[in-house]
């Protein structure tokens, strides 16, 4: 599948080629030709690094525009878990729920809600005899991209289960229509309220067949100045609410593993630190584990690039505010079965980014190139030739998307020992 839709884009005419995003994306999804960033499609997860680190904000997220919701009868709000961290003293999340139905939401959806769900079903999941075990969290849309592209043989691992913004969303749609039954499946919009642009890109790739029940995601960043203003104004607030400590500790590394109430868990965050882990559990070589939650943004989904707030210090106040709230307002019986709804049935399948050709001989053939000409690189890595590594650098050769002279280091050598050989040529004549 390579028509896959990105949220992450490139403003060329802002882009100096600079080079720093190319050092700092985790696919080696980026190139620098004619002076500016080139971005391979085919490699990137919209992982939002490049977004984070670009000097001359160059890189940026394609997300939706509030106003992208005019055209629904009834319009829902799902805030991710994330949201609730975002703000100053903040003690009651009912406060920014009111302040969603201010600016215009007809109803509000928590996502945190639908994850003490998942939470609960991700509990009975781990007690069926057939599963793959670790079991793998499907809840980051970055992390899944990247198993499919880098880790293929470790796609049974994850749990095929719809990440809680989907179940939220199916929720959401179900109780508008069970209130408002003149309302059809097309009058209703549903708008996630995100913290970074793969949601985008799940809700407009879907996964698998899967097809997203969200219609708009829009960027924290986005609503947050319009939300605290609608909350300075909100005396009288409605309980709305309905999540506890688990639901809202989803926003944070860590927080949905613990919810499973069992210590054979790994949680870690950081796209290198996920890369590390996904390459131990792929050469088999961690502990017996039942469960492994991977977020690809520092600290979690508080660390996404379309939040307003420090990651650390967002994940403090979900803290504060945790306090006050219940375990959980969210329960499922022990015998209860999991909806098939919420399951999805298939993982796509990429071009694997490590494949070098469809032949295997013809791989073979291209890899020992790529051995031959790294060893003539420099090795250090410089980045000039527009490549993030010599190694990168020579499979481009290889392929044929680079030439060998825009190395400048080889170059420069080469020529000096051409005009060696020359000089050394006239003293002999
Ligand atoms: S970081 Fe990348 S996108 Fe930004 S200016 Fe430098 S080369 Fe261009
Ligand atoms: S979004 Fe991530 S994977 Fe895509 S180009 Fe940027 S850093 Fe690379």
């Given at each position: 599948m390579n028509n896959y839709e990105h949220s992450v884009f490139l403003d060329v005419k802002k882009c100096i080629g600079c080079t720093t995003c190319l050092r700092h994306c985790p696919t080696q999804a980026i190139r620098i030709k004619d002076g500016h960033a080139v971005i391979n499609e085919k490699r990137c997860i919209d992982c939002g690094e490049c977004i984070k680190i670009c000097p001359k904000k160059a890189k940026k997220p394609v997300c939706n525009k509030l106003k992208d919701l005019d055209s629904f009868k009834w319009k829902i709000a799902l805030p991710a878990p994330t949201l609730y961290g975002q703000f100053e003293n903040m003690d009651d999340v009912d406060y920014i729920l009111n302040g969603l139905l201010k600016i215009g939401f007809d109803d509000v959806f928590e996502v945190s809600t639908a994850a003490e769900l998942a939470s609960a079903y991700t509990r009975q999941y781990l007690k069926r005899p057939d599963v793959v075990k670790p079991v793998i969290s499907s809840a980051c849309p970055v992390v899944l991209r990247l198993i499919c592209l880098r880790y293929p043989s470790l796609k049974d691992n994850i749990i095929p289960m719809l990440p809680p913004m989907e179940i939220a969303a199916m929720m959401a749609r179900e109780r508008a229509k069970k209130n408002h039954p003149e309302l059809t499946d097309s009058d209703i919009g549903v708008c996630f309220i995100s913290p970074c642009p793969a949601k985008a890109s799940y809700v407009k790739n879907g996964f698998g067949s899967y097809k997203s029940q969200v219609d708009v995601v829009i960027p924290i960043s986005d609503i947050y100045f319009q939300l605290i203003n609608a909350m300075e104004h909100?005396?009288?607030?409605?309980?709305?609410s309905k999540s506890g400590m688990i639901g809202i500790g989803w926003a944070s590394s860590g927080g949905e593993a613990t919810a499973l109430f069992n210590d054979a868990y790994l949680a870690a965050d950081g796209i290198e630190n996920v890369n590390r882990v996904l390459d131990q559990i792929e050469n088999d070589?961690?502990?017996?584990?039942e469960y492994i939650e991977l977020n690809a943004c520092t600290g979690g989904c508080v660390g996404g690039v379309l939040t307003m707030q420090n990651p650390f210090i967002a994940k403090a106040k979900l803290q504060t505010l945790r306090r006050?709230?219940?375990?959980?307002q969210n329960f499922v019986k022990n015998d209860e079965i999991i909806p098939e709804k919420y399951f999805f049935e298939e993982i796509p399948t990429y071009y694997p980014i490590s494949r070098l050709s469809e032949s295997m001989s013809e791989s073979m053939r291209m890899m020992a190139e790529i051995q031959k000409l790294r060893d003539k690189l420099p090795g250090i890595d410089c980045g000039a030739c527009g490549a993030p590594t010599c190694r990168a650098f020579a499979e481009d050769v290889v392929k044929g998307t680079a030439k060998l002279s825009d190395c400048t280091i080889n170059y420069r050598s080469e020529l000096l020992e051409y005009l060696k050989t020359k000089d050394e040529d006239c003293d002999s004549n």
């Open positions: 909100s005396d009288d607030i409605e309980t709305l070589n961690i502990p017996p584990l006050y709230l219940p375990v959980s």
